[in-house]
Nanobody, 124 residues
Framework: QVQLVESGGGLVQAGGSLRLSCIAS????????MGWFRQAPEKEREFVAG????????YYADSVKGRFTISRDNAKNTVYLQMNSLKPEDTAVYYC?????????????????WGQGTQVTVSS
């Protein structure tokens, strides 16, 4: 069983940056592919970024490519999401997710462990 706790959200002006962190408890963190998802009010939860267990593969939604960077530190059981050049449309609750296995998936139902979410608000 893996428990995930996100942090780092907040209020930022458009063009600003934030770094989200997600700490995983339990063993064998490196056995999990990790993902970041987000959900805006009245919208479905959507994939943002994903990273394989070894960091050899990363994936991004088209809307964040070139602005967001996902990374992980297996020694610290932590995955990060560096968000630069933030836009008002990035406003959402951001969730960290884990799936057992080496392959990153882009759909919510492929992940069976979720954090509680952290709010990111970008003002114009």
């Amino acid at each position: 069983q893996v428990q995930l706790v996100e942090s780092g959200g907040g209020l930022v002006q458009a063009g600003g940056s934030l770094r989200l962190s997600c700490i995983a408890s339990g063993h064998a963190f490196r056995a999990y592919a990790m993902g970041w998802f987000r959900q805006a009010p009245e919208k479905e939860r959507e994939f943002v970024a994903g990273i394989s267990w070894s960091s050899s593969s990363t994936y991004y939604a088209d809307s964040v490519k070139g602005r967001f960077t996902i990374s992980r530190d297996n020694a610290k059981n932590t995955v990060y999401l560096q968000m630069n050049s933030l836009k008002p449309e990035d406003t959402a609750v951001y969730y960290c997710a884990a799936r057992l296995g080496t392959i990153v998936k882009l759909t919510t139902w492929e992940y069976n462990h979720w954090g509680q979410g952290t709010q990111v608000t970008v003002s114009s």
